[in-house]
Structure formats: C-alpha cells, structure tokens
C-alpha cells in the first residue's frame, strides 16, 4: 500500500521556524520527485518546493525562495521542508506529492502520482 505520510505542522508565531516531514511507504522512495504544496480555505492548492528525483535540484516558489528549503534523506524515505521567518500568509494546509522520475513540471500538482493527507500550518501574527 502506498502512503505518504505527513508531520510537522503546528501553530507558530510569525517570525518562527517549523520543519516539516513527509515519510514514504509502498515506493521505491529514491526514484520518485518530491514536491510541497500547501492550500489556504477557499484557494487553489499552491506550490511551494520540489526536488528532483536525482536529488540534484531543487524549485521554490517565489514566496518560499530564502526562507524555505526542500531536502530528501533517502535513507529515510523522509522529504523535509524547512521554513524558516514564516509569517501569518503562509497559514494552510501543507501537503507532499511524489512524482515518479520527475525532473520537469514539478510545480503542476497534475504532475504528481501520489499525495499525502496534508498537515496544517498556522502562523499567528
């Protein structure tokens, strides 16, 4: 059975920090693109960090680029998203995708084969 699984999430104070997981079960982890997206009630879900499946490169978006970073422990079957100086507009529920041998399109949720359940941030201001 394939799973992605989040944690991480909480209620932050503008100015903080959170890291986020996402773990695997079910995939060959290493050969699957990752990628983090997050929706806020009554928008569209967003994107906001990919790594490719090599490892070798990473897309923000604009918003996230400078205060978040995407990184993948294999090892582990993990992806993480480190956020970093969040603040009160970066309130949603976040959300992991896995993207077999991606490398290009990585901020379509389209792109993506398998989703996890989303965990939810909340920056106060």
């Known amino acids: 059975q394939i799973q992605l699984a989040e944690s991480g999430g909480g209620l932050v104070q503008a100015g903080g920090s959170l890291r986020l997981s996402c773990t695997a079960s079910?995939?060959?982890?290493?050969?699957?693109?990752l990628g983090w997206f997050r929706q806020a009630p009554g928008k569209e879900r967003e994107f906001v960090a990919a790594i490719v499946w090599t490892g070798t490169d990473t897309y923000y978006s604009d918003s996230a680029k400078g205060r978040f970073t995407i990184s993948r422990d294999n090892a582990k079957n993990t992806v993480y998203l480190q956020m970093n100086s969040l603040k009160s507009e970066d309130t949603a529920v976040y959300y992991c995708?896995?993207?077999?041998?991606?490398?290009?399109?990585?901020?379509?949720?389209?792109?993506?084969?398998?989703w996890g359940q989303g965990t939810q941030v909340t920056v106060s201001p």
């Open positions: 995708g896995a993207d077999h041998k991606g490398w290009l399109g990585l901020n379509r949720p389209t792109q993506y084969d398998f």
């Open positions: 079910g995939i060959t982890f290493k050969d699957y693109a």
